[in-house]
């Protein structure tokens, strides 16, 4: 069974104040693997949390940290195919990280995730 894990919309940059578009770019990224893996409201806490790999490497990365408390951020660190692990991002209340790598030799080989207070909520999903 095949699972495909996509990312489409718009980024568009504008001038609050002219009004006027600088960039504006169409996401249309796919990746198709055999197994997936997800998370929804999953609470973290302050020490490291071991995500499972649905397999490694895992080419389709979502995380977004669920919280809506000014200071609780959640910390991603990963090991890239044949890497060393180190910390990719530090997210804070509202953001996320999307990562997609169309090469099913290349991805990430291992993931956890920290967050700065207890019970801190995310959701996240995984495919490869």
């Given at each position: ?17 002219t ?17 997936e ?74 993931l ?17």
């Amino acid at each position: 069974m095949a699972v495909t894990a996509s990312v489409t919309g718009n980024i568009k940059i504008t001038d609050n104040l002219t009004g006027s578009t600088s960039l504006s770019k169409v996401l249309n990224n796919a990746y198709t693997g055999t197994v997936e893996n997800y998370g929804q409201s999953v609470l973290i806490g302050t020490s490291p949390v071991t995500i499972a790999l649905p397999v490694s490497p895992a080419q389709f990365l979502y995380v977004k940290n669920l919280s809506t408390t000014l200071g609780n951020t959640v910390t991603v660190t990963w090991t890239p195919t044949s890497g060393s692990s180190n910390v990719v991002v530090t997210l804070d209340p509202g953001a996320l990280l999307i990562f997609s790598e169309v090469t099913t030799t290349n991805g990430i080989s291992a993931l956890s995730i920290t967050a700065s207070a207890v019970a801190t909520p995310i959701e996240y999903i995984l495919c490869g």
